[in-house]
Nanobody
Framework: QVQLVESGGGSVQAGGSLTLSCASF????????MAWFRQAPGKEREGVSI???????TYTDSVKGRFTISQDNAKNTLYLQMNSLKPEDTAMYYC?????????????????WGQGTQVTVSS
């Protein structure tokens, strides 16, 4: 059974930093892709970043240069380091995983989801 649990969200001022974690109760090295998505109130869930089994990464344009996705296979944990946060980054952030290599920033390519952690950035 796949279980993903996010943590690390909180409230910060613009320009601040947060690191999100996603603990997997399973070997994350078995996933071919893992990702972070976010959903702001009244908006659709959007892909933020993905990391593939070969270590390659993809970021949505709005976070390039500010966010870094990484994973620690020994700890079965996915991370999202978020720097230079902006009010528009405010959203619920979700961890996602798939055993399929056909992953992208499209939410439909991911089968497993965590419950989310809230990030609020004030100006």
């Amino acid at each position: 059974q796949v279980q993903l649990v996010e943590s690390g969200g909180g409230s910060v001022q613009a320009g601040g930093s947060l690191t999100l974690s996603c603990a997997s109760f399973g070997y994350i090295s078995s996933y071919l892709c893992m990702a972070w998505f976010r959903q702001a109130p009244g908006k659709e869930r959007e892909g933020v970043s993905i990391i593939r089994g070969d270590g390659s990464t993809t970021y949505t344009d709005s976070v390039k240069g500010r966010f870094t996705i990484s994973q620690d296979n020994a700890k079965n944990t996915l991370y999202l380091q978020m720097n230079s946060l902006k009010p528009e980054d405010t959203a619920m952030y979700y961890c996602a995983a798939t055993f399929s290599p056909l992953c992208s920033l499209n939410r439909n390519t991911f089968a497993y989801w965590g419950q989310g952690t809230q990030v609020t950035v004030s100006s």
